[in-house]
């Protein structure tokens, strides 16, 4: 949520996000936003199977892959957080 307040004008997030610029927060944060974005959709292209959750992963800096015990499994929890900073940021 500290992407979106920053995306939104907040003062307190620009100052956490970018303590020395903090006039290059929403920038950041649209940045980081876009990367994890960009993220979500070639994993969701690489494994459709889970219908655009996310479960525990490794990540080698430029993959991220199911850890091996997500076989014929589907997460639930935690993505619903997720879902809800984009949304917020959108608006």
């Known amino acids: 949520m ?3 307040h920053a995306l939104a004008g907040s003062q307190d997030a620009a ?5 020395d610029a903090p006039q290059n927060a929403p920038q950041i944060a649209f940045d980081i936003l876009e990367l994890k974005l960009q993220t979500y ?5 690489t494994y ?12 080698n800096g430029s993959d991220v892959q199911p850890t091996w015990d997500w076989v014929n499994r589907v997460p639930a929890l935690d ?3 997720v879902r ?8």
């Open 79 to 81: 993505n619903g957080f």
């Open 84 to 91: 809800h900073t984009y949304s917020a940021s959108r608006q």
């Open 2 to 4: 500290i992407y979106a």
């Open 15 to 19: 100052r956490l996000l970018s303590p």
């Open 41 to 45: 959709i070639s994993f969701n292209a």
């Open 48 to 59: 459709p199977g889970f219908g655009g959750y996310l479960p525990w992963y490794l990540s």
